[in-house]
């Protein structure tokens, strides 16, 4: 309903929100069509930002500028015809609300396209009243390939043959794949893996993982025992089939390898468990992948998939410490890939090199079972609690949304937008945390506030780790139960245990190795070869325009594609991943687009180390204002 008051005696219109977002999306919708430059760049604020994910530019494009925004949407409107723009029906609907310290008025929106059906969400300033902020796009079906979902499903009757092949005989001859080839072969069964298949089996695409374990689940079931997950059940949710309303906040590990495995059951995924992915080259003239696989029993078999799809977290082999004398050390030396329980260890000594999650994890582990444990520490990490650091998602907990709407939202902002959440939630979990970060601070652990001020979801983004959401380690770090030590006080390893520089030995009876796996550059070289590796780029850590290098969209290598994360970032960027297979695969990318080859964005030397210069977190606190942390995937 339209409102109106008075104002020293002149009358000014007042609108609800819904009809602040409806008048915007109308004057938008006309400028574009028009293709008038100046009335689209007039609805953005000075201050604004837009993220494309496929709807007008077939790949993710972020957009921070009123130029810029302009520029992009009137090349591809010609082709694209976005048309209908409204206040999306059944979701999220215009409402104030607070997004990086910013008042909004936020709303979720819908249009069409030449192609299919999108969704988005809007953010108008209430500073620059009727401007836009924030503004994303992201295509959700393709018409005429719609998802066989809910009202779509089918019925079933052709399962009931009576005489002819049942459900379970159809499923186990589709996965031999003795007639055909798959027009996706993805490396790796895991969560990532798993997901991106059944997005496309939605699509009607034909997928095939390989997985080099026994069973779908171990990747998950064969880390150590006291593994969970460390941000909350509501977060990490599948597509098409959500978790039990009974399972815990904190997902462990073996239950998550259960759930894996009947996941590919329900969803009908063609695994091929406990066969490696060898080497693959890509055939010009064909179009095609040559892609080895090595099966259990040692035979091999060439696929020619027009795809291959990296979901195994672009890992490679354990990264072993180059440290004098470790070789000579009588103890056990493992991996912390290779650690499974703390059990055989009561009564011993044990030495951790490195203090990332796992190494935390295990450190309590250990120490749970009556083992001795010293942590050796080289460089600084973020350490947060768990609690604090939910902050970063918390409308997944807080707001009362559905999932596809937090989705939305929590993928709606470019990078700067990102970071700025970040930097202020940062702020806010070092307060929440002072006396934790404090305690550590006195037992001589070296912390750090991450790349950028942003936390540890910088260090994810950045490093893909470098932190520890605390679930109780530090606390034995800060009474002294568990043990610190420094890299720079290591002199090597003798027989006995380390040997430190003032002449003392640490002795040991197992040194943990939980330094990490072989960089993603390192494994494409060996999978694919030189060429492909130069010609890519960097996979993972953040692009020039913030986005992630080579991950969730085509790469300069045709049919190559890249996926990792947790939960939530495989629920997602499974979507777009499909999406844009299908959308090659339907012909209405009919020539493949060329694509840049990326560049790494240097991010060093913008390090905020807690309490530098002797800066006291309430100081940090004051300096960058207690505001609501946002929210990125």
């Known amino acids: 309903m339209q409102h109106s008051r008075i104002n020293g005696g002149a009358l000014i219109e007042e609108l609800t929100e819904f009809e602040q977002v409806e008048r915007w999306l109308a004057d938008f919708e006309a400028a574009l069509i028009s293709g008038d430059r100046a009335k689209l760049e007039a609805l953005f604020g000075q201050d604004c930002h837009w993220r494309d994910l496929l709807a007008f530019t077939w790949t993710v494009t972020p957009s921070d500028s009123r130029e810029a925004i302009a520029s992009t ?43 299919g059906r999108c969704l988005g969400v809007l953010r108008l300033s209430t500073v620059e009243p009727g401007k836009a902020w924030v503004m994303s796009t992201s295509l959700r079906e393709i018409r005429g390939h719609e998802e ?47 997901m991106v298949s059944a997005r496309l089996r939605m699509l009607g695409v034909d997928s095939l993982i390989v997985e080099r ?29 959500p978790y039990p309303t009974s399972w815990p906040r904190y997902l462990p590990k073996d239950m998550l390898g259960d759930w894996l495995d009947a996941y590919a059951v329900a969803l009908e995924c063609n695994v091929w468990t406990g066969t490696a992915f060898v080497e693959g080259r890509f055939d ?85 079972h009556g083992a001795t444990v010293k942590m050796i520490q080289r460089g600084s990490i973020t350490v947060f609690s768990v609690t604090s650091a939910s902050l970063n998602h918390s409308i997944y907990y807080t707001e009362n949304l559905s999932i596809d709407d937090c989705d939305l939202i929590a993928t709606s902002s470019t990078f700067p937008v990102q970071l700025r959440g970040y930097q202020l939630a940062t702020v806010r979990m070092l307060d929440i945390d002072k006396d934790l970060l404090a305690g550590l601070h006195d037992a001589g652990f070296k912390l750090d506030i991450g790349p950028e001020g942003g936390g540890h979801q910088m260090q994810v983004r950045k490093n893909h780790g470098g932190y520890y959401l605390n679930v109780g380690c530090s606390d034995l770090l800060i009474s002294g139960e568990v043990g610190l030590l420094h890299s720079g006080d290591l002199e090597g390893f003798v027989p006995e245990g380390a040997l430190m520089k003032d002449g003392s030995i640490e002795k040991a009876d197992l040194v943990v190795c939980a330094t990490g796996y072989q960089a993603p550059s390192k494994v494409i070289r060996a999978l694919l070869g030189d060429e492909i590796v130069e010609k890519i780029g960097p996979v993972w850590g953040l692009d020039q325009g913030g986005e992630m290098c080579n991950m969730y969209k085509a790469t300069p290598q045709k049919g190559l594609w890249f996926t990792g994360g947790g939960f939530a970032q495989g629920r997602v960027w499974s979507h777009y991943i499909a999406m844009q297979i299908k959308a090659r695969e339907a012909g209405i990318i009919a020539t493949e687009p060329e694509v840049p080859r990326p560049v790494l964005t240097d991010l060093s030397g913008t390090v905020w180390p807690y309490q530098r210069d002797g800066a006291s ?14 929210y990125g995937l």
């Open 73 to 115: 949407l009137l090349r591809e409107q010609p082709r694209v015809q976005a048309r209908d723009f409204k206040v999306a029906e059944g979701h999220a609907q215009p409402r104030r609300a607070k997004r990086t310290g910013m008042e909004v008025i936020e709303s979720t929106i819908q249009f069409e396209t030449s192609v």
């Open 148 to 194: 066989p979902v809910d009202g779509l499903r089918p019925d079933g009757a052709t399962a009931r043959v009576f005489g002819g092949e049942s459900w379970g005989e159809r499923r186990a001859r589709e996965q031999r794949y003795e007639d055909r080839e798959p027009t996706v072969l993805i490396v790796g069964g895991g969560h990532n893996g798993l």
């Open 213 to 241: 374990t026994p069973k779908v689940g171990d990747v998950w079931r064969n880390r150590y025992g006291a593994l969970a997950l460390h941000n909350e059940i509501h977060l990490n949710h599948m597509p098409y089939m």
């Open 284 to 368: 010009k003239e064909r179009d095609v992948w040559n892609a080895r696989v090595r099966r259990a029993d040692g035979s091999e078999r060439v696929f020619h998939p027009r795809h291959v799809v990296f979901a195994n977290g672009v890992v490679g082999e354990p990264n072993m410490p180059d440290v004098p004398g470790l070789a000579d050390f009588k103890g056990k030396v493992l991996h912390a890939g290779d650690f499974g329980s703390g059990a055989p260890w009561r009564g011993k000594n044990v030495l951790i090199l490195g203090v990332g999650n796992s190494a935390h994890d295990i450190a309590q582990d250990l120490h749970g």
């Open 617 to 630: 977190t309430e100081q940090l606190l004051q300096a960058a204002g207690a505001a609501e942390g946002s």
